[in-house]
């Protein structure tokens, strides 16, 4: 199924996240875990690009092969970080070649060499809402040679704030440019209260933004996890009754913590999700860190393992 299908045929949609693996054990492993989740029948699956492009290749390699070796439909992540135009019209032309149907649209990392950052971050991107304009752009050309769109364009959101933008009320003016300049649906960085995006999504009503916001959702699985998403997801925060039920399980399982906060993680995905589609969420997206056994749990727990879509 076309992505922008998807979001016309359903109330809510299901998507994973997977990042491309190093070597072609990990490549192997993925694909053993995508087996597991291809009965679920997501609505489509995204594939991340490393810091200024770091996984250009593999992120390129992994969407290709998604598309002919699987039925999930994968959305490649694009970066404005080091890119020109014509480098970015390539890879939408790869893409557009190899029958993909959306594209996640993001400002991106700066990568670092030790402390020195990379010296020329910014070519002909400098905002992510350059990049959706400049696939906005492509869609419209492609669509007068086809009479078809080619590419659905996802942005992210961040329901507990931008970590490089404390003005909050310039961070939503920033993600109002980006649906204005053609964006088709926001995916949310993971949080783990739902306040957090409900207040995020009454904000985007209130500027104007009406394109679907998908919840990103992740199961904890163990401290040295949580401290690590913690780093890597500047700003983003556990809840102290998240806390609170990670050392309890702890402490009435200390000969097997691992699985103990496995279980927490669970339960608190699990009840977070069904939350979020009580209050009619557009969409649950799944952060799998390429493993598939936490996703397969949620879903079995909220009823909807056999279902591809809620309608």
Same mark, same amino acid.
Not at 89 to 109: E, H, K, N, P
Not at 155 to 163: D, K, L, S
Not at 166 to 186: Q, W, Y
């Given at each position: 199924?076309?992505? !922008?299908? %998807?979001?016309?045929?359903?109330?809510?949609?299901?998507?994973?996240?997977?990042?491309?693996?190093?070597?072609?054990?990990?490549?192997?492993?993925?694909?053993?875990?995508?087996?597991?989740?291809?009965?679920?029948?997501?609505?489509?699956?995204?594939?991340?690009?490393?810091?200024?492009?770091?996984?250009?290749?593999?992120?390129?390699?992994?969407?290709?092969?998604?598309?002919?070796?699987?039925?999930?439909?994968?959305?490649?992540?694009?970066?404005?970080?080091?890119?020109?135009?014509?480098?970015?019209?390539?890879?939408?032309?790869?893409?557009?070649?190899?029958?993909?149907?959306?594209?996640?649209?993001?400002?991106?990392?700066?990568?670092?060499?030790?402390?020195?950052?990379?010296?020329?971050?910014?070519?002909?991107?400098?905002?992510?809402?350059?990049?959706?304009?400049?696939?906005?752009?492509?869609?419209?050309?492609?669509?007068?040679?086809?009479?078809?769109?080619?590419?659905?364009?996802?942005?992210?959101?961040?329901?507990?704030?931008?970590? !490089?933008?404390?003005?909050?009320?310039?961070?939503?003016?920033?993600?109002?440019? *980006?649906?204005?300049?053609?964006?088709?649906?926001?995916?949310?960085?993971?949080?783990?209260?739902?306040?957090?995006?409900?207040?995020?999504?009454?904000?985007?009503?209130?500027?104007?933004?009406?394109?679907?916001?998908?919840?990103?959702?992740?199961?904890?699985?163990?401290? %040295?996890?949580?401290?690590?998403?913690?780093?890597? %997801?500047?700003?983003?925060?556990?809840? %102290?009754?998240?806390?609170?039920?990670?050392?309890?399980?702890?402490?009435?399982?200390?000969?097997? /913590?691992?699985?103990?906060?496995?279980?927490?993680?669970?339960?608190? !995905?699990?009840?977070?999700?069904?939350?979020?589609?009580?209050?009619?969420? !557009?969409?649950?997206?799944?952060?799998?860190?390429? *493993?598939?056994?936490? /996703?397969?749990?949620?879903?079995?727990?909220?009823?909807?393992?056999?279902?591809?879509?809620?309608?």
């Amino acid at each position: 199924m076309q992505v !922008a299908e %998807a979001f016309e045929r359903s109330r809510t949609t299901f998507s994973f996240e997977f990042f491309p693996p190093k070597d072609e054990s990990g490549f192997a492993s993925l694909f053993d875990s995508i087996k597991e989740l291809e009965s679920l029948r997501p609505s489509f699956v995204s594939v991340t690009y490393g810091a200024g492009g770091s996984t250009r290749e593999r992120t390129h390699d992994l969407v290709v092969r998604l598309k002919k070796d699987s039925p999930l439909e994968p959305i490649p992540h694009l970066t404005c970080v080091g890119h020109t135009r014509d480098e970015i019209r390539g890879v939408l032309d790869q893409y557009a070649q190899a029958g993909i149907s959306g594209i996640m649209a993001l400002r991106g990392d700066v990568p670092t060499n030790g402390n020195t950052e990379m010296v020329e971050p910014w070519k002909d991107f400098k905002f992510a809402a350059d990049l959706v304009s400049f696939v906005r752009a492509f869609n419209d050309e492609h669509s007068r040679a086809t009479d078809r769109k080619q590419f659905a364009i996802g942005v992210a959101g961040y329901p507990e704030g931008h970590p !490089a933008m404390p003005n909050r009320m310039r961070e939503m003016d920033l993600l109002k440019a *980006k649906v204005d300049a053609g964006a088709d649906f926001i995916v949310t960085q993971m949080f783990f209260d739902n306040r957090d995006f409900y207040d995020f999504r009454d904000r985007c009503r209130l500027a104007g933004i009406k394109v679907p916001i998908l919840a990103g959702v992740m199961p904890v699985s163990s401290v %040295a996890g949580m401290e690590r998403m913690a780093e890597l %997801a500047a700003g983003m925060r556990y809840p %102290a009754a998240l806390l609170r039920s990670v050392q309890r399980a702890i402490s009435a399982s200390p000969r097997d /913590t691992a699985a103990a906060i496995r279980r927490v993680g669970i339960h608190w !995905a699990t009840e977070q999700s069904r939350d979020l589609l009580d209050h009619d969420v !557009a969409g649950l997206h799944f952060y799998t860190l390429n *493993k598939s056994t936490a /996703t397969r749990e949620v879903y079995r727990n909220l009823g909807v393992e056999n279902s591809q879509l809620i309608s």
